[in-house]
């Protein structure tokens, strides 16, 4: 009952913006009336001339189109991009150029790895004043990197710049006196930065230029391990807290919790999480990649323990294929 309760709400989230089929939709998003042929101009349901669609606001993103992903998929390793990685890496991070940036769990040496060349080199040093830092995450813009990583009584998230090769931070913050445990970033669609806050069971949403404006989103979780967006804009977590099984939320800011599904073990223990073409993608402690398409959200296995535990995984800069870090590669998947 409460794997249908989620894909319901799932559904209806994308369906929202789907009345009238699929087809309907698009033309909406392309300000073209649904019927009208190429050229012709729209028409009210009178047949006189409709409005001509509002103009577009600065700073306004054109929706994405509505994507439903297929039943089943599949999944296929198509490059070991680096391998014999330095140990313990378990976070990465695109920058604008497509390059990444690692960062292990524990230690504040971050790596920067060219996928075209495969060539690792060493970024720079997390700043902490309590010796090696325990990491938590790592999260870029095209302005800046941010590291979520734990401090002498508290967690915070810096602000780095990287240019020609070197990680260098700026002494601000966007996020102080977090509680242990907080840290776990994405950047969402309104270029806002979201995170959750470990223990205190919330997420938050930050604006790295006001951090005085943070706001909490969503309340009541307990163990938080990935956040991504879905094309429609939804966001969507995962929550391994309730000891049984992994749960798989989508979340409305202010609202309350949603029902979760709860196909995934909790043994799989889940370490990160990513969509492309309409699916989300969670990696595993295990060696599982679990693929969720939306909006049914009917839950498939891949990998299955063939490459041990499974850290990151995120989308390559087409939006094609997928990262994927194990503890010793990274490679390249492609994914349908």
């Given at each position: 009952?409460?794997?249908?309760?989620?894909?319901?709400?799932?559904?209806?989230?994308?369906?929202?913006?789907?009345?009238?089929?699929?087809?309907?939709?698009?033309?909406?998003?392309?300000?073209?009336?649904?019927?009208?042929?190429?050229?012709?101009?729209?028409?009210?349901?009178?047949?006189?001339?409709?409005?001509?669609?509002?103009?577009?606001?600065?700073?306004?993103?054109?929706?994405d189109p509505v994507v439903i992903a297929p039943e089943h998929g599949t999944v296929a390793i198509a490059e070991t991009v680096a391998e014999d990685l330095p140990a313990g890496l378990r976070r990465a991070a695109a920058l604008p150029d497509g390059t990444l940036l690692l960062t292990p769990a524990t230690g504040g040496t971050v790596h920067h790895l060219d996928p075209a060349t495969g060539d690792l080199t060493v970024a720079g040093e997390v700043e902490s004043t309590t010796g090696e830092p325990t990491i938590v995450d790592i999260a870029a813009s095209d302005e800046a990197v941010y590291i979520a990583y734990e401090g002498a009584q508290s967690?915070?998230?810096?602000?780095?710049?990287?240019?020609?090769?070197?990680?260098?931070?700026?002494?601000?913050?966007?996020?102080?006196?977090?509680?242990?445990?907080?840290?776990?970033?994405?950047?969402?669609?309104?270029?806002?930065?979201?995170?959750?806050?470990?223990?205190?069971?919330?997420?938050?949403?930050?604006?790295?230029?006001?951090?005085?404006?943070?706001?909490?989103?969503?309340?009541?979780?307990?163990?938080?391990?990935?956040?991504?967006?879905?094309?429609?804009?939804?966001?969507?977590?995962?929550?391994?807290?309730?000891?049984?099984?992994?749960?798989?939320?989508?979340?409305?800011?202010?609202?309350?919790?949603?029902?979760?599904?709860?196909?995934?073990?909790?043994?799989?223990?889940?370490?990160?999480?990513?969509?492309?073409?309409?699916?989300?993608?969670?990696?595993?402690?295990?060696?599982?990649?679990?693929?969720?398409?939306?909006?049914?959200?009917?839950?498939?296995?891949?990998?299955?323990?063939?490459?041990?535990?499974?850290?990151?995984?995120?989308?390559?800069?087409?939006?094609?294929?997928?990262?994927?870090?194990?503890?010793?590669?990274?490679?390249?998947?492609?994914?349908?």
């Amino acid at each position: 009952m409460r794997r249908a309760l989620a894909a319901a709400a799932a559904l209806a989230a994308l369906t929202t913006a789907c009345a009238g089929g699929p087809a309907a939709d698009r033309a909406a998003q392309l300000g073209a009336a649904p019927g009208a042929a190429p050229g012709e101009e729209p028409t009210g349901p009178d047949g006189t001339p409709s409005a001509p669609p509002p103009a577009q606001e600065p700073g306004d993103t054109p929706a994405d189109p509505v994507v439903i992903a297929p039943e089943h998929g599949t999944v296929a390793i198509a490059e070991t991009v680096a391998e014999d990685l330095p140990a313990g890496l378990r976070r990465a991070a695109a920058l604008p150029d497509g390059t990444l940036l690692l960062t292990p769990a524990t230690g504040g040496t971050v790596h920067h790895l060219d996928p075209a060349t495969g060539d690792l080199t060493v970024a720079g040093e997390v700043e902490s004043t309590t010796g090696e830092p325990t990491i938590v995450d790592i999260a870029a813009s095209d302005e800046a990197v941010y590291i979520a990583y734990e401090g002498a009584q508290s967690n915070r998230i810096s602000r780095y710049t990287y240019d020609a090769g070197t990680l260098r931070p700026t002494g601000s913050a966007a996020a102080r006196d977090l509680p242990r445990g907080a840290g776990l970033m994405a950047f969402g669609p309104d270029g806002l930065l979201y995170t959750s806050t470990g223990p205190a069971g919330e997420i938050l949403r930050i604006d790295p230029a006001r951090p005085a404006a943070t706001a909490a989103i969503s309340t009541g979780h307990t163990d938080l391990r990935g956040l991504a967006w879905d094309p429609m804009g939804q966001l969507w977590t995962i929550d391994p807290g309730n000891g049984a099984t992994t749960d798989v939320l989508p979340i409305t800011p202010e609202n309350p919790l949603p029902p979760a599904d709860t196909t995934v073990p909790a043994t799989e223990n889940p370490t990160d999480l990513t969509q492309i073409a309409g699916s989300l993608w969670m990696t595993t402690e295990s060696g599982t990649l679990w693929r969720y398409p939306l909006p049914n959200a009917s839950p498939e296995p891949f990998l299955t323990d063939d490459l041990g535990p499974l850290t990151a995984v995120l989308p390559t800069p087409d939006g094609e294929d997928l990262w994927l870090l194990t503890e010793t590669s990274l490679l390249r998947l492609t994914v349908t």
